[in-house]
């Protein structure tokens, strides 16, 4: 907690501009790089696996007092061992739909931070997921913007109480195994309607820091990009706060990235190193961009709360209660039908007999091994199977792992009902680094030795040549990358086929980042839960959920489509792509492809409806919708619900997408209760992006807004016209 009332933004300024007076110009380029020499920071990671042992130091400065920033990774909670919360990652909070939860969660991990010593986290990752088989797609919300902004804003409100929010990567990093190769070639329009309103949203929420990331975009990498890091983020949305680069590979010009307006290399010194200091002397490197880059770290520095922050806040009964609640909003029902005439499968009785078939069952499936990893102390996490037995009479829960068929088919014929545990772990998704890639970085580093110095270049291109015939895909324990196979795999899916022959009161438990593809199985079984990867408290959730302690509430949050044809295309080493208005529900709804699963789809043991909805334009100089509905639970069991509002605009100026999302609540409701929720949606989130004006405009016409349970629900219309309109930058 702070020991100190919050500091006045006046005040932290007038500080920070002392401070910057009194520093060397040596000690300002310094403030420039991460506190570590390159080689024994790299030496390091490969001994001492130091990402999971110690935070990551920058900006300190002792004889002025600056203590500086202490750097640590994520996600899904703080990746340093020492008993640290595992949450379930943004896509499974993503399929929560619920800024509250987020707010907490994102308040919960930072004070964890603190407690390591860190203050400065990496938590609020809102790249959008343009193609499911992303490898990193566990850690982002989702495929709409305004999904992605709503939570990442939310998680940036909480980590800025009490450490620094560093939002990630900016932008356009949607593709992992080429993220070091890859220029993304993009509109105007598509990047300011598409693919950046999110992170205005985090800035606006009040981030501290932004991370650029490795890719080009329109033919410029992003840690060097004047468009990306100044003209947008700093002049258009008014960002106070510094730009870090990703880490270690983050930059390949020092110069031109201090210029474009990149203002801290990480985690070592490395590039920046290399060339500020001459340029600073020569002037290609103005004097004034090397303070404003230096103020804006002051500033930010001097923000964050002081105190201490003890170690017992780390696996808090209140915060893996909080892991817990995540898990159980963040389920997916997406199938529950009856076996025979009667009631849906699911609920499950816990006094009856079931067999769990799955090795994931019995595992602890967190997720991918890249810089999101975190480490639970033993024992921690609650399995499937430890949380099925936990919540089902004793004696009544069977397991095997299902890689012998006849034992499991055996099993199954035996049991009353059959839960499967399939689906993806880190071996088939997550971070990737190609090893060829990264060495034309490494030639630019100096020798780990002076006395290798002579000979230094040709070992560097003699390593960067070997490098690149690397594997695009590794293996071992750094994550396997792209999926470029959206089905389970063949094993799991004859599994399936055998178990339903077997016995039809069948569930399948889906884990997993990324969407998984279904028709050669989905038909054939009554009942279809999405647990994702659900943290340490995941099987206590999933037990809630199956023996109906708790209706599932989750949300997909992105589409599921019948066909991968349906999907963008995606090369996982492409060179060069393109990226438009189309991948999601709105290619779905353009091409006139239902889903299997639309966006915004799940299903509930309660029985939810909507009535009245209104809407209004409410006065004023920031001019917002200001919406009302009513949603009903007509069932017999308490439920919560998930209010969706679509606009549906005239699209007479230019193409645009049929049906997007522009505003979402989340309402808790008691059997035979009623709600009314309302909300307030900023007029920008219906506009189109102006490239001749560089502004966005709300079009004139009749906009329809639909408020729905998902993409493709009919739900309840009104109707509303408006004149064009100028909404501004």
């Known amino acids: ?65 600056l203590a500086g920033l202490r750097f640590v990774d994520g996600p899904r909670g703080v990746v340093l061992k020492g008993g640290a919360t595992t949450f379930p990652p943004p896509i499974a909070r993503g399929a929560c739909w619920d800024a509250d939860l987020e707010e907490r ?12 010593g860190a203050n400065w986290l990496a938590a609020v990752c809102v790249n959008l997921l343009r193609h499911p088989g992303w490898g990193r797609a566990q850690e982002t919300y989702g495929e709409d913007p305004v999904l992605l902004g709503a939570l990442g804003a939310a998680c940036t409100r909480g980590i800025q109480r009490h450490a620094v929010a560093c939002v990630k990567h900016f932008a356009l990093n949607s593709i992992d195994s080429s993220r070091f190769l890859v220029d993304v070639q993009v509109s105007e329009r598509v990047l300011h309607e598409l693919y950046l309103p999110h992170f205005r949203a985090c800035v606006e929420a009040g981030a501290g820091s932004v991370m650029s990331a490795y890719n080009q975009v329109n033919g410029e990498w992003c840690g060097q990009h004047p468009g990306l890091l100044t003209a947008i983020l700093k002049q258009r949305w008014g960002f106070r706060g510094f730009v870090v680069t990703d880490f270690i590979f983050g930059v390949r010009d020092g110069v031109a990235a201090v210029r474009a307006g990149q203002d801290l290399e990480m985690p070592f010194r490395m590039i920046f190193a290399g060339g500020l200091e001459e340029a600073l002397a020569d002037g290609r490197l103005p004097l004034d961009r090397l303070d404003d880059a230096v103020l804006r770290q002051l500033r930010v520095q001097l923000a964050v709360p002081e105190g201490s922050y003890p170690v017992s806040l780390r696996g808090s009964p209140e915060h893996r209660a909080l892991a817990k609640e995540a898990a159980c909003k963040a389920i997916v029902l997406l199938k529950n039908e009856a076996v025979s005439p009667g ?39 609650v399995t499937p199977l430890e949380g099925l037995r936990a919540a089902a009479a004793p004696g009544a829960v069977h397991h095997v792992s299902g890689e012998r068929l006849p034992e499991a088919v055996a099993l199954a014929a035996a049991c009353e009902s059959v839960l499967l545990v399939l689906g993806l772990d880190w071996r088939l998704e997550g971070e990737h680094i190609h090893p060829g890639d990264i060495a034309p970085i490494l030639r630019q580093m100096p020798p780990p030795h002076p006395l290798l110095r002579r000979w230094w270049p040709p070992v560097a291109r003699a390593i960067a040549a070997i490098t690149s015939y690397g594997s695009a895909r590794q293996g071992g324990d750094f994550a396997a990358g792209d999926r470029t196979q959206l089905e389970l795999p063949a094993e799991q899916v004859a599994l399936i086929e055998a178990v339903v022959a077997a016995n039809p009161r069948t569930v399948v438990v889906l884990m997993g980042g990324g969407a998984i593809l279904m028709e050669a199985w989905r038909r054939a079984v009554p009942a279809i839960l999405l647990l994702w990867y659900p943290g340490e408290r995941g099987g206590e959730a999933l037990a809630d959920v199956v023996f109906g302690a708790v209706s599932p509430s989750g949300r997909l949050p992105f589409a599921i489509p019948t066909s991968a044809d349906h999907l963008p295309p995606f090369e996982p080493r492409a060179r060069q792509v393109r990226y438009d208005l189309w991948h999601g529900y709105r290619r779905l709804q353009r091409d006139g492809h239902p889903a299997a699963f639309p966006f915004g789809f799940g299903l509930s043991y309660g029985a939810l409806r909507l009535s009245d909805a209104q809407a209004e334009l409410s006065p004023g100089s920031h001019p917002a919708l200001r919406l009302a509905v009513t949603l009903h639970n007509d069932g017999a069991m308490a439920s919560d619900g998930v209010v969706q509002v679509y606009v549906e605009p005239p699209g007479l100026v230019l193409e645009r997408p049929r049906r997007t999302l522009v505003g979402f609540g989340r309402v808790s409701l008691e059997p035979g209760g009623c709600q009314r929720l309302r909300l307030a949606i900023p007029l920008r989130r219906l506009a189109y992006f102006d490239q001749a004006t560089s502004r966005f405009w709300l079009e004139a016409g009749t906009h329809r807004l639909r408020f729905a349970q998902h993409s493709e629900d009919a739900g309840l219309l009104v109707e509303l016209v408006w004149a064009a309109t100028d909404l501004g930058p």
């Open 1 to 65: 907690m702070p020991a100190s009332p919050e500091v006045g933004a006046e005040t932290i300024e007038g500080r920070a501009h002392e401070l910057l007076a009194q520093l060397s110009s040596a000690e300002k380029l310094a403030l420039l790089e991460g506190d570590t020499d390159f080689w024994p920071g790299m030496v390091d990671i490969a001994s001492r696996d130091a990402s999971h042992v110690h935070p990551w130091p920058a900006g300190a400065v002792p004889r002025l007092g």
């Open 105 to 116: 969660i994102g308040e919960a991990m930072a004070r964890e931070a603190r407690s390591f």
């Open 343 to 381: 009631s849906p499968l699911l609920p499950l009785d816990p006094c009856r007999s079931l067999a769990v078939i799955g090795r994931l069952a019995a595992v602890a499936n967190l997720g991918d091994r890249g810089s999101s990893d975190t480490r639970p102390e033993p024992g921690v996490v």
